[in-house]
């Protein structure tokens, strides 16, 4: 595994990241599954870990932070988020100094740690001034507790106006956006962000890059019983099968030709989203999927240029998104 610098900080990950939404602390709760994944990412060289306070209502952090508690934390980043609904209250949401400062502080307890590497605005709030969403941010790594903040699905208006604010008042920028970002689902190079995150040196995290497992091509001919798909009651999550619903064309296109070519799906994804300088966080339900999506960065699993060119010219889709 090799480190990737995150666009213009002086900050390295692990080109690829481990991220807990929907697995641990939401499909397991228990410790041991949570610690033979962290051990398994561990020893493939993952060194990049992404959750949020939100993944099963805090259970995520928890579990995160007693199974990365036998690791040096020099030797890793950890990141985590605010601003989604945590409860019903005004100052349980949101981008407010009020609200941000207490997510942190309960984030921290809940991982045990002094400190996160990268605090994500999970989502951009109209309703809390720039000025102040900016200097909480960078309150928070003045005061040691956060050392470098980040955005995560955000417009570019309000990328823009973020930018603007931070060099205005010369205060610290984020340093990287995390979008939803694969072969199937790209909003970003349609709707500005990707080129400005380009333009104004920003680092690329991509989020869902198997598109949730459609990409690996485990659902072309039904929906297996552990699926994403198949576990939506259990998981409380409905939404891959409305990936694929608004994205068959593509996910079928790339899943028949990874067949053709004889290339695994994963393998495909997770490159692609590479080519493109975006850093996937992955998931994974296993040990083995999670060993398999590293595989796709050992050099003889690159894919040829011919598999990228028919990608490329895919005649059945006319959008790129
Ligand atoms: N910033 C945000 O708003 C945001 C939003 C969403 C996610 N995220 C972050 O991104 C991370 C990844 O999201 P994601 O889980 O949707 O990403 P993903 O990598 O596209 O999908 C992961 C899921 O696909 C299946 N899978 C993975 N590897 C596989 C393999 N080799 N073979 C077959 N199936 C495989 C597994 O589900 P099954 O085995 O259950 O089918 C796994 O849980 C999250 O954990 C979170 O940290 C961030």
Redesign the pocket.
């Known amino acids: 595994m090799h480190f990737v610098r995150l666009g213009q900080s002086g900050l390295k990950i692990s080109a690829l990241?481990?991220?807990?939404?929907?697995?641990i602390g939401t499909?397991d709760l228990t410790g041991a599954f949570a610690r033979q994944m962290i051990e398994k990412a561990w020893d493939l060289g993952i060194r990049s870990f992404?959750?949020?306070n939100n993944?099963g209502m805090g259970k995520a952090e928890s579990l995160l932070g007693d199974a990365l508690s036998r690791y040096d934390r020099q030797e890793y980043t950890l990141s985590t988020?605010g601003s989604?609904p945590i409860g019903q209250s005004p100052y349980h949401r949101g981008l407010s100094r009020k609200h941000i400062v207490w997510a942190l502080e309960e984030s921290l307890k809940r991982l045990k740690l002094e400190y996160i590497d990268i605090y994500?605005a999970?989502?951009y709030d109209d309703e809390t001034p720039m000025e102040e969403i900016v200097r909480t941010f960078n309150r928070l790594i003045n005061q040691g507790l956060i050392r470098y903040w980040a955005t995560?699905?955000w417009p570019v208006a309000a990328l823009e106006k973020c930018l603007q604010i931070c060099r205005a008042l010369n205060l610290e920028a984020p340093i990287t956006e995390?979008?939803?970002y694969?072969y199937a689902v790209h909003k970003v190079e349609t709707n500005g962000v990707k080129v400005f995150c380009e333009n104004n040196g920003l680092g690329m995290?991509g989020?869902?890059?198997?598109?949730?497992?459609?990409?690996?091509g485990?659902y072309r001919n039904n929906i297996?019983s552990?699926?994403?798909?198949?576990?939506s009651n259990l998981?409380n999550y409905d939404k891959?099968a409305a990936i694929y619903d608004q994205n068959k064309d593509k996910i079928n296109f790339f899943v028949d030709l990874c067949s053709k070519f004889g290339v695994?799906?994963?393998h495909a994804?997770l490159q692609w989203c590479l080519r493109q300088g975006v850093y996937?966080?992955?998931?994974?339900?296993?040990p083995?999927?999670?060993e398999?999506?590293v595989n796709a960065l050992k050099e003889e699993n690159a894919i040829t240029e011919y598999f990228w060119a028919e990608l490329e010219n895919n005649p059945r889709i006319t959008s790129r998104d």
Do not use: C
């Not at 552990?226 to 576990?231: M, P």
């Not at 996937?280 to 296993?286: D, F, L, T, W």
């Open positions: 990241s481990y991220g807990t939404a929907l697995t499909e992404d959750t949020s993944y988020k989604w994500y999970h989502r995560s699905e995390q979008f939803i694969s995290m989020f869902s890059p198997l598109a949730q497992g459609l990409l690996t485990k297996p552990d699926s994403r798909i198949a576990k998981l891959t695994k799906g994963n994804a996937p966080v992955i998931g994974a339900s296993s083995a999927q999670l398999d999506n």
